[in-house]
């Protein structure tokens, strides 16, 4: 199938403590990867992507590879702060068009 | 920066009735999509909008669900005669192309709670 299954949640972890959230897809093929992320109350926002394998997205500290042999996209950040706390979505190109297929997502709550 | 914009923020709608969810996104955008969220359950897929028709859809999106462009700047989901099941987050997202890598810009979504 098409699909992409994230680590349940919550995530409870303190300010400075290494994150990371575990995604894999199922796909035919290379598609885009993405993490997305939902601060409380808000919408949706790219937080870093990748369009082939062994590229290596980063933004606001927060890591992913994309590594094609384990078919995975962990996210990975060294030191996490209170303003993390959100909820993490994986979410991968679909095979036509520009759809996105997301994971479940996970919620990150970060305490001082 | 310009952004995707949704309204409401959050609809109560009495089951059987029609509601209209609305979307501007962003001005120079081409494609254009909605997705939905049940309460504590993953984001999914509903339909894809290019050149004025449906590109793709789910098989959420049934024959309840419309979309519609109606001008140059907004974006429609319709549904015709709300179910309870039909609760949900309703985004609307907007991107410049249907690439590989094309981010796909989302709005802050619309609550919908069928009663």
């Known amino acids: 199938g098409n699909s992409v299954t994230q680590m349940e949640g919550p995530v409870t972890l303190s300010e400075e403590a290494f994150l990371t959230i575990n995604c894999t897809y199922t796909?035919?093929?290379?598609?885009?990867l993405f993490w997305y992320v939902q601060y409380p109350g808000e919408g949706l926002q790219l937080l870093l992507k990748?369009?082939?394998?062994?590229d290596k997205g980063s933004n606001k500290g927060f890591e992913a590879t994309y590594r094609k042999e384990t078919t995975s996209f962990h996210l990975e950040k060294g030191s996490v702060q209170v303003s993390d706390s959100a909820v993490y979505f994986c979410?991968?190109?679909?095979?036509?068009?520009?759809?996105?297929?997301f994971g479940q997502g996970t919620e990150l709550s970060v305490k001082p | 920066e310009p952004e995707v914009t949704q309204t409401p923020s959050h609809q109560v709608t009495q089951m059987g009735q029609e509601v209209i969810l609305r979307c501007v996104p962003i001005?120079?955008?081409?494609?254009f999509y909605w997705y939905r969220q049940i309460l504590g359950q993953k984001v999914e897929f509903l339909v894809s909008?290019?050149?004025?028709?449906?590109?793709?859809k789910s098989e959420i999106f049934d024959d309840q669900f419309s979309v519609e462009r109606p001008d140059g700047s907004n974006f429609t989901l319709k549904i015709r005669s709300t179910k309870l099941e039909d609760s949900a987050m309703y985004f609307c997202?907007?991107?410049?192309?249907?690439?590989?890598?094309?981010?796909?810009?989302f709005g802050q979504g619309t609550r919908l709670t069928v009663v």
């Open positions: 997202a907007s991107s410049d192309g249907g690439e590989r890598g094309t981010e796909a810009f």
């Open positions: 796909a035919t093929g290379y598609p885009s």
């Open positions: 990748a369009t082939k394998a062994d």
């Open positions: 979410a991968r190109r679909g095979n036509q068009g520009g759809k996105l297929i």
């Open positions: 001005s120079n955008h081409l494609y």
């Open positions: 909008f290019y050149n004025n028709e449906i590109s793709e």
